[in-house]
């Protein structure tokens, strides 16, 4: 067998002989993710405070106009998709005392970081954008060895387990919406759309986008079959398979819109429950 050949390539950090913006993309996405995770991690802690809890009730609904997590002002309940299932470390008596420092948004986070975080998408996004492995094709980085998803990264193969989980959480928040078009008063109930009702919807429909185009899901549906049509259940498996295919094309979008859209969800009802922002979630139609 022939030696390896190497090609010639400037050394030091960011050199190389491209003309091209190729550090456009790995800095938009650096300061895109940043942002994300530095809202998701300060919304994670900001309802840690167990005073604030026993201040608000529940979830900060009704006659609490800062309350952070939902907003019940008009009837219906439309709760942050960062805090939800809701689990209130005080009042849920299953959460073990040790854990109690811990915020809603804690305990629920885990799920879907862990699921982005080990997503093939986003691992080849944020291991360009924040650790320079690779800093770009053909752009020479600051070290060399490549070991591949060795040592603490054989986490990343956790992946299609948190996909369970992610899948999971489809159904919660889909009843969220349904908790967010029932209205009730002391005696009455009736439905209704707020602009939140919307809002938690779409987030719905986007996540559902990237869950079901994830390529674990892709490969547990389907991967491992060379038979499309012997059976009927074979037959919409086939048709799951492909639908699951035509997200997977387009995963990177899913991936990052999905993501806006849950911290645009979650500021949303932060922002109509903080007076400090003055908004209102508006009722479109129905509603008491
Ligand atoms: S590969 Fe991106 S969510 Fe599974």
Not at 1 to 14: A, R, T
Not at 198 to 207: A, D, F, T
Not at 215 to 231: E, K, L, M, Q, Y
Request: glycine share 10%; with cysteine; hydrophobic share 45%.
């Amino acid at each position: 067998m022939g030696e390896p050949v190497k090609l010639p390539m400037k050394k030091g950090l960011g050199q190389t002989d491209r003309t091209d913006g190729w550090w456009k993309g790995p800095t938009a996405m650096a300061a895109y993710l940043g942002f994300m995770l530095a809202y998701a991690t300060w919304r994670g802690f900001m309802e840690a405070d167990f005073w604030i809890f026993s201040e608000f009730g529940l979830s900060g609904g009704a006659g609490h106009d800062n309350g952070t997590m939902s907003i019940e002002n008009n009837g219906n309940h439309v709760l942050s998709p960062l805090f939800s299932p809701l689990i209130i470390p005080g009042e849920n008596s299953w959460v073990p005392t040790q854990l109690q420092w811990m915020s809603p948004a804690m305990f629920i986070l885990i799920f879907p970081a862990g699921f982005r975080g080990t997503c093939y998408y986003y691992r080849k996004a944020y291991y360009r954008a924040f650790f320079q492995q690779p800093t770009g094709c053909a752009v020479s980085k600051p070290w060399n060895e490549y070991a591949g998803e060795t040592k603490l990264l054989v986490v990343q193969n956790l992946h299609r387990y948190f996909m369970y989980a992610a899948l999971a959480y489809l159904p919660i928040l889909t009843y969220d919406v349904w908790l967010s078009i029932n209205f009730h008063s002391v005696d009455s109930h009736t439905y209704g759309v707020t602009i939140g009702s919307i809002v938690l919807m779409l987030n719905v429909l986007l996540l559902s986008g990237y869950t079901l185009g994830c390529h674990a899901f892709r490969h547990v549906i389907g991967g491992g079959s060379n038979d499309w049509t012997s059976t009927k259940w074979k037959r919409f498996q086939h048709k799951l398979w492909i639908f699951s295919t035509k997200l997977n094309e387009h995963h990177k979008d899913w991936a990052l819109y999905s993501l806006f859209w849950v911290m645009f969800a979650d500021f949303y009802i932060w922002a109509c429950t903080d007076s400090m922002f003055g908004w209102n979630d508006v009722v479109l139609f129905g509603g008491f």
